[in-house]
C-alpha cells in the first residue's frame, strides 16, 4: 500500500513537473527578453524648474518621482513587507506556500481567488502584464517571477517595485504617494502614514484614505498588526499608531514657484520637441526664470489689478443664498464647496450681518470678523467713470447668504475683495540675450489660460512712440529738431471719414523740440515726425526692432501706437535700447535633461555682444567681452555661457544711446515721474494709452532688466477716463522693479564715440550763443550737429514725398 502510494505521488509530481515544463515552453518565448528586464523604464512626468531649481509645475497622467531602494526608510519597506510579502528574501520569486494556499481556495470555493503572489510576481505583473485574473496570466506571472529573480538581485526588483506599484490617485511608487497624500518625504511620514501607504497596493480604491476612510483604517491597522506580529515594531509603536486619526489629503505637485503660464509654454514646446512621450519622459526642464524675480512679478500684477478694482467699485456677490437662520456649519461647507480660492482671494459664506460688522464663515468651523473699515472702500460699481455713494454701515454692503471674497491685510486682519474684471500681463527679460526672467500671463491661470503676455494683441498706444524716434534720428532728425504742435486734420478717403488727432490733454504747445515732444508723449508731434520721414521708411526701419511688418498699419495712426502687439513683443523690441542697438529674442527654455540626467538641449541665445561687429549670429564658444562692465553686478548670475550666438545690430549705439536719454527722461520729468520712487538714476520707459483708454501700458528698462506691464479688459471695454498707462500699468511695474533691483548697482551706459554734447537754444533747437542765459545741453550724433542758420534741423526722409500717403492733409 505504501509503495503504491509512493508511487501515486511520484507520478504526481512527474506530471506536474512534466506539465510545467510543456507550460514554460509553451509560454516562455512570449515572455519579455534578457534585455527588456534589464532596461526598465519608468514612466515619469516632465517637471518644470526655474533656473536655481524651484519646481514650477509637474506634467503627465501619471505622478512618479523615482527613489534608489537605499533613500526609503526601512519602516516603510518593513511596512510593504508585512503587508504583501513577508518572505521576500526568503522565496526565489515564487512563494509556494501563497500557491498552495490560493490552489486550496479553488478547491474548496471553485472560484478563482486572491494570494500567492509575491512582490516579485506583482512587479512582473506591473511591467509586463494584464490584470486579469485567468490562469494563463498566472502561468506567465509565475515564469516571469522566476526569470527577473535570475537578472536582477533583490534590493533591484523592490526598487522597481516601490517605484512602480499604483497607489491611488494618480500616485505611482511611494514618493508620489507620500506627495499625493500627506504633501511629504518619505522620511518626514508618520509609522500610521507608513502603513496607510503599504496598505494601498491590495486595492488602491477600496482602501483610499479619501475614498473611505473607515476601510482605510482598518486596512492600516491590519498592516500594524502584521508589523508587530514580526517584530519591526513594539507594543508602544503599535499602539500609539493604530489610535493615530487619519491625516491624509489631496495635494497637487508641489510647486515652489506659481508660473503657470510661463509653465504652459514650457509644455507645449516640450510637446513639439519630443511628442506625448514629452509627458512620460523623466524630462527635467530648467527655465530662465528667476524664483524671485517671478514672486515680484506675480504680487505687483495681482496688486495692480486689484487697485484697479477698488478704484472703480463693488461689483455685489459673488452669489446669493437663502439661508436657514440656523447654526449649520455642514450645509455652510456646502455652499462653499462650490468656490475655491483665486489668488489669495478666499470665498467667505455671510452669515450675520449688523451697521457694525458681519461675520463671515471660511469653513472648517472657521469665522471672521469685517467691520467698518473692512469694507469702507465698497462704493458701489456704476460704470468705469462712476461709483455710487460711500457706504456708511456694513449692512449697505454685506447680507446674509452673500458668498463674497476676502483677503488677508498686511495686518494680518481680512478685508472684503473681489476676483478683478480687469486683466493685466508683466514679462521681464534680460536686454543682453533675452531670457525670461518673469512671466505673468493674467490674473489667475485657472480662470484663464489665456496668456496676454504672447497671445494677445493690443495697441501700445504712446509706448510706440520711441521707435518712431528712433527712425526719425537715423532719417536725420536730432533731439534739438523743432516741430509744430499744432491742429492738423486728415481725411481718410477708403473710410470716407476726417480724423482730427489730439494730444491727451486736449491742449496743443506749438513748436516743440523732439525731446520735450516724447518726455510729454505729444501726438500731434509724432504724427507729423512720421509723415516727414515717410510711412514706408518708418515700417522697414520698425522691423528692425522685431516688429512684424504685417502687422504695421501703413496710415499715420502707426505713429500713435495703433499695430496690435504681445506684451512680449514690446519687451523685446525695448531690450533693443536696453542693450545699446542688438535685436535679440526672447527664449525661456535654458537646459532639458532626460531621465538619465543626460543634456538633451540647451539654448543657443542671440546675445549682445559689443566688441563682436562683423560676427552676426556666428556661434562663440568663449565667454562674451563685457566691455565697459555693461553687463557686470547684474544680480542675474554670470554672462551669458558658451556656446552663444552673436546678435546682429539693430541700429547704431549712437543711435540707441540717445533714444535711451530721451527715455530717461520721461521718467525723471514726464509721464513716467512716478517711478522717481525707486531712487534710481539708470531707469527708462515710456507710459502708453489708446483710444478710450481701452490699454494702458508702461514699458521701460535699465541695463539689467526690460519689463513691459499692461492693463485692459479682454472684451476691450474702456478702462476710465483716467486710467491712463502711467495710472493703471506704471505701478505695476514700479513694484515689481522695486523688488528686481533691490541690491543691484545703477549702471548708466557710457557715452559712445560719435556722440557730442551741445549747447542750444531750447526755444529754436538750435546752438546756442555764448553769452545765452537760458542754454541747455543735448546730445547730438556728431554727423547731425546743430547749427546757427534757419529753420529745422534735420531733414526728412529723401524717400517721403515719393510715398504715397493715405490722408491729405487740409
Request: glycine share 8%.
Amino acid at each position: 500500500m505504501l509503495r503504491l502510494a509512493v508511487r501515486m505521488l511520484l507520478s504526481g509530481a512527474l506530471m506536474v513537473t512534466l506539465g510545467v515544463g510543456i507550460a514554460y515552453l509553451a509560454l516562455a518565448p512570449g515572455l519579455p527578453s534578457l534585455a527588456d528586464l534589464r532596461d526598465i523604464r519608468l514612466q515619469v512626468p516632465l517637471k518644470v524648474y526655474t533656473r536655481e531649481g524651484q519646481l514650477v509645475a509637474e506634467f503627465g497622467e501619471k505622478r512618479r518621482t523615482p527613489v534608489t531602494v537605499e533613500d526609503v526608510p526601512q519602516t516603510l519597506i518593513q511596512a510593504f513587507l508585512a503587508a504583501e510579502d513577508d518572505r521576500y528574501y526568503e522565496h526565489p520569486g515564487v512563494d509556494y506556500r501563497g500557491l498552495i494556499r490560493a490552489a486550496w481556495h479553488l478547491v474548496r470555493t471553485g472560484e478563482k481567488g486572491p494570494g500567492g503572489s509575491t512582490i516579485t510576481m506583482q512587479m512582473a505583473r506591473n511591467y509586463f502584464l494584464s490584470f486579469e485574473q485567468t490562469f494563463l496570466r498566472k502561468f506567465n506571472e509565475i515564469f516571469l517571477a522566476l526569470k527577473i529573480e535570475r537578472e536582477l538581485n533583490k534590493d533591484e526588483i523592490l526598487e522597481l517595485y516601490l517605484n512602480k506599484i499604483y497607489l491611488g490617485n494618480r500616485a505611482y511608487g511611494v514618493v508620489a504617494a507620500a506627495h499625493v497624500y500627506y504633501a511629504t518625504e518619505l522620511d518626514q511620514l508618520t509609522l500610521a502614514q507608513t502603513a496607510m501607504i503599504a496598505g494601498l497596493p491590495k486595492a488602491p480604491s477600496r482602501f483610499n484614505p479619501i475614498v473611505d476612510p473607515q476601510r482605510a483604517i482598518t486596512r492600516r491597522d491590519y498592516v500594524l498588526a502584521r508589523m508587530l506580529e514580526l517584530g519591526y515594531v513594539n507594543e508602544d509603536q503599535y499602539l500609539e499608531a493604530v489610535v493615530a486619526p487619519v491625516t491624509a489629503g489631496l495635494h497637487g505637485a508641489a510647486a515652489e514657484v506659481s508660473a503657470s503660464y510661463a509653465a504652459e509654454m514650457v509644455r507645449a514646446d516640450m510637446v513639439e520637441r519630443f511628442g506625448n512621450e514629452a509627458y512620460t519622459g523623466g524630462y527635467r526642464v530648467f527655465t530662465t526664470l528667476s524664483g524671485r524675480l517671478q514672486l515680484a512679478a506675480n504680487t505687483a500684477l495681482h496688486n495692480a489689478l486689484l487697485d484697479y478694482d477698488r478704484r472703480h467699485g463693488y461689483r455685489g456677490a459673488e452669489s446669493k443664498v437663502t439661508l436657514s437662520g440656523e447654526v449649520d456649519t455642514d450645509a455652510w461647507d456646502g455652499v462653499l464647496t462650490d468656490f475655491r480660492e483665486v489668488s489669495g482671494l478666499a470665498p467667505a459664506l455671510v452669515v450675520e450681518v449688523t451697521a457694525e460688522q458681519a461675520i463671515l464663515y471660511i469653513g472648517d468651523e472657521m469665522v471672521v470678523t469685517l467691520d467698518m473699515d473692512a469694507v469702507a472702500w465698497a462704493n458701489a460699481y456704476v460704470n468705469e467713470n462712476r461709483r455710487g455713494a460711500n457706504p456708511s454701515t456694513v449692512d449697505e454692503v454685506l447680507q446674509p447668504g452673500h458668498v463674497v471674497r476676502i483677503r488677508r491685510t498686511e495686518e494680518g486682519g481680512w478685508q472684503l475683495a473681489q476676483i478683478p474684471d480687469v486683466q493685466g500681463a508683466l514679462v521681464a527679460l534680460q536686454p543682453r540675450d533675452g531670457a525670461i526672467r518673469a512671466l505673468v500671463g493674467g490674473f489667475d491661470f485657472s480662470l484663464s489660460k489665456f496668456n496676454r503676455v504672447t497671445q494677445s494683441a493690443r495697441q501700445p498706444g504712446s509706448s510706440f512712440k520711441p521707435f518712431i524716434y528712433s527712425a526719425a534720428l537715423q532719417a536725420g532728425y536730432t533731439p534739438a529738431t523743432i516741430v509744430n504742435d499744432a491742429p492738423v486734420v486728415f481725411d481718410d478717403p477708403q473710410l470716407e471719414a476726417t480724423w482730427r488727432p489730439e494730444n491727451f490733454s486736449q491742449k496743443f504747445y506749438g513748436p516743440t523740440r523732439l525731446r520735450e515732444a516724447l518726455v510729454n508723449s505729444r501726438n500731434l508731434v509724432s504724427i507729423r515726425v512720421l509723415r516727414g520721414i515717410g510711412v514706408d521708411y518708418a515700417r522697414d526701419y520698425l522691423g528692425r526692432f522685431g516688429f512684424p511688418k504685417d502687422r504695421l498699419p501703413r496710415d499715420l495712426s502707426l505713429a500713435l501706437g495703433s499695430a496690435a502687439m504681445p506684451p512680449l513683443t514690446m519687451a523685446t523690441a525695448f531690450a533693443t535700447f536696453a542693450n545699446g542697438g542688438f535685436r535679440i529674442e526672447p527664449y525661456l527654455v535654458e537646459t532639458v535633461f532626460n531621465s538619465a540626467g543626460e543634456e538633451v538641449y540647451r539654448a543657443r541665445p542671440l546675445t549682445a555682444c559689443p566688441e563682436c561687429d562683423g560676427e552676426e549670429d556666428f556661434v562663440r564658444l568663449d565667454p562674451i567681452p563685457d566691455i565697459g562692465g555693461m553687463f557686470a553686478g547684474d544680480g542675474f548670475g554670470p554672462p551669458t555661457p558658451p556656446p552663444f550666438r552673436v546678435a546682429k545690430r539693430a541700429l547704431n549705439e549712437q543711435n540707441a544711446y540717445i533714444v535711451n536719454t530721451m527715455l530717461r527722461d520721461v521718467i525723471r520729468r514726464g509721464t513716467g515721474r512716478k517711478a522717481l520712487a525707486l531712487g534710481r538714476s539708470d531707469l527708462h520707459g515710456k507710459t502708453g494709452t489708446t483710444n478710450e483708454q481701452r490699454d494702458a501700458w508702461f514699458s521701460g528698462f535699465n541695463h539689467h532688466l526690460a519689463v513691459s506691464a499692461w492693463v485692459g479688459f479682454d472684451r476691450f471695454d474702456p478702462l476710465g477716463d483716467l486710467e491712463v498707462g502711467g495710472r493703471a500699468a506704471l505701478p505695476m511695474w514700479i513694484e515689481f522693479m522695486e523688488t528686481a533691483l533691490s541690491g543691484v548697482p545703477e549702471h548708466s551706459p557710457a557715452m559712445p564715440p560719435g556722440i557730442v554734447t551741445v549747447r542750444i537754444d531750447p526755444e529754436t533747437g538750435l546752438a546756442a550763443a555764448a553769452d545765452n542765459p537760458d542754454a541747455i545741453l543735448e546730445v547730438f550724433m556728431s554727423d547731425a550737429l546743430p547749427d546757427h542758420g534757419q529753420g529745422i534741423t534735420g531733414t526728412a526722409h529723401p524717400h517721403a514725398e515719393e510715398e504715397e500717403n493715405p490722408y491729405d492733409l487740409f
